[in-house]
């Protein structure tokens, strides 16, 4: 059995069975929408934009690793994550300070691969964002249900809720202007 940790939409939709979950957090770490998505969120025309970790030595990266018993969902993960990450270890901390730290398979989109798009103003990737859709759904709604699960998980993230903040902002904007017309 071996443990994976989520930190974007498998924390909201874990499209697998698994044997445990705990919330966890990944020192050194940030969350950013740094990497772009030609298969998911977007097309190699118009890239939408998801989640990969950064390093920073200020930060801890909040999240959930699930224990998984079947091979095949790693192999699902790497087709599924094949745009620009790849599989690494990581050494994750559980929220409940009696258990201690464990390895974990984390999916990284580091700086250089062929889809980065790195680092913007939240402006700039809530703009991208908010007009990129690909076979997953709209870019969009990746923020909406990250930011909401989230925040239901008691997770303060200061760039998806402002990432979220901008794109409701963007959405009241375009809503106003089409009933201006």
């Given amino acids: 059995m071996k443990w994976i940790f989520a930190y974007g939409s498998l924390i909201w939709r874990p499209d697998f069975a698994f044997v445990d979950r705990r919330r966890v957090h990944l020192p050194g770490f940030t969350r950013r929408f740094w990497q772009g998505s030609h298969d998911h969120r977007g097309t190699p025309d118009a890239p939408g934009r998801v989640v990969t970790l950064i390093q920073d030595a200020q930060a801890s990266c909040h999240g959930m690793a699930y224990l998984i018993n079947d091979e095949a969902v790693f192999r699902a993960l790497d087709h599924r994550e094949k745009n620009g990450y790849r599989r690494t270890s990581v050494t994750l901390h559980p ?14 989109a580091e700086p250089g691969n062929f889809a980065y798009l790195g680092e913007a103003s939240i402006r700039e990737i809530a703009e991208q964002i908010a007009t990129s859709t690909g076979p997953s759904g709209r870019n969009d709604d990746y923020v909406y ?27 009241t904007n375009t809503e106003h202007t089409e009933n201006r017309v």
């Fill in 145 to 171: 249900e990250l930011a909401k699960a989230l925040a239901a998980m008691g997770i303060e993230d200061p760039h998806i809720m402002a990432l979220n903040d901008a794109l409701r902002a963007i959405a």
């Fill in 95 to 108: 929220e409940q300070p009696a258990l201690a730290p464990f390895e974990a398979t984390a999916w990284v």
